[in-house]
């Protein structure tokens, strides 16, 4: 059973482009969510879905940040018009449908990096 | 909002020696998770603590949930050099499959 699939890994952007993250679940997973991680912080939530439903976007920033889970294919991150403080490490998590132990299995993780 | 803090944000321990993160909040958990993060990697779940009081054991790995559900603590007794990385805690909630609230992190570094 494969685990969280990011990608890509590392992106490099200029200020002003669009940047697109990518995530698949595993397998049997419904629930994805995103996380950012700066430099030497903790992990900040930005949202959470579930197939082709947003469920808690309160993390995500009102301008520029959208995110979507399609009914098929990976759940996308797009960051617009990207600035140099979009630069972090983000991470996509996913969970099985409810149950006792609500554990998040993440991913390697995407490093955007903005000139 | 919402914060979940934890201390130390460094250790530094010599090879053998013990090894504790504290994490604490100003209102009552829900319940409590433990992550560990190895340097340039991604977060892995270790435990998750639920009641008031709890103690659960991984071979070296204690953890306890305080009895007010407002603070929690790691232990690792006789360090060695794959613990290296960041421990967080990160706050769950009682409805199942929601965000984590995660801790500021206790980075864990080891001297051979």
């Known amino acids: 059973n494969a685990g969280v699939m990011q990608n890509p890994r590392h992106l490099v952007r200029r200020r002003g482009q669009e940047a697109r993250l990518r995530c698949s679940p595993m397998?049997?997973?419904?629930?994805v969510y995103w996380y950012r991680q700066l430099p030497e912080e903790g992990l900040k939530f930005m949202v959470y879905?579930?197939?082709?439903?947003?469920?808690?976007e309160s993390g995500m920033p009102k301008e520029r940040f959208s995110a979507e889970f399609p009914k098929e294919g990976p759940s996308i991150l797009r960051i617009q018009q990207v600035v140099r403080g979009d630069s972090a490490a983000y991470f996509c998590?996913?969970?099985?449908?409810?149950?006792?132990?609500?554990?998040?299995?993440f991913g390697p993780g995407t490093r955007l990096t903005v000139l | 909002g919402q914060q979940v803090m934890q201390i130390p944000q460094y250790q530094h321990v010599q090879e053998g020696e013990d090894f504790t993160t504290y994490c604490n909040s100003s209102?009552?958990?829900?319940?409590i998770q433990w992550y560990k993060q190895r340097p340039g990697g991604h977060p892995v779940f270790l435990i998750q603590?639920?009641?008031?009081?709890e103690v659960k054991k991984q071979k070296r790995l204690t953890f306890q949930f305080g009895e007010a559900k407002k603070n929690s603590s790691l232990h690792i007794t006789a360090t060695q050099t794959t613990d290296v990385g960041t421990y967080f805690c990160?706050?769950?909630?009682?409805?199942?499959?929601?965000?984590?609230?995660f801790g500021t992190g206790t980075r864990l570094t080891i001297i051979p």
């Open positions: 990160a706050e769950g909630s009682n409805f199942g499959n929601e965000k984590l609230t």
């Open positions: 998590a996913s969970s099985p449908p409810l149950r006792g132990i609500n554990e998040q299995f």
């Open positions: 879905l579930q197939k082709e439903n947003i469920i808690d």
């Open positions: 397998k049997g997973h419904s629930h």
């Open positions: 209102t009552t958990l829900s319940n």
């Open positions: 603590l639920v009641k008031s009081g």
